[in-house]
């Protein structure tokens, strides 16, 4: 059964363990080792950073993640609140694609987003991935993809 769950501190590991197989598969790395430094880092990013991170679970397998990064930024008359936010990490490993995971995953964030006053939401995008993010409104930009809310 497939569940869909905010990480907690618990998910730490989980998280990471796909995060690094997302960055190998999208960077075309085999039996890459990320250096200690940029692991302490991406982990305390999980642990303070401003953000929440998604799970998918088959059971107790991990199967996919997605993550917001929550930025402030000064005001503009587009985006009053000066609120903004980056989609990283999204993933669903290859035997679980085309079920509709992703789309949950990101549809989950995005209401967070708006429940906090975000009013741009950007990303980068892998080709496999661009169909999901026009399908959930997001255009194509010269940097990758943005959503206004």
């Given amino acids: 059964m497939i569940s869909i769950k905010r990480a907690v501190p618990a ?61 402030d930024v000064m005001p503009t008359f587009s985006h009053p609140t000066g609120k903004r936010a980056h989609f990283m990490n999204v993933y669903t490993r290859d035997a679980y694609r085309r079920q509709g995971i992703a789309k949950k995953m990101m549809e989950l964030l995005i209401f967070e987003a708006k429940e906090k006053g975000v009013t741009h939401l950007n990303l980068d995008a892998t080709e496999v991935g661009k169909q999901l993010y026009y399908k959930l409104g997001f255009s194509k930009t010269a940097e990758g993809m943005e959503l206004s809310l």
């Fill in 11 to 71: 998910d730490l590991d989980v998280v990471l363990a796909l995060r690094y197989e997302m960055l190998m598969k999208v960077n075309k790395l085999d039996n890459h080792v990320f250096n200690e430094g940029f692991r302490h880092i991406t982990k305390d990013y999980f642990v303070n950073g401003n953000q929440t991170t998604i799970v998918a679970m088959d059971g107790m397998v991990p199967i996919g993640c997605a993550t917001i990064c929550y930025i």
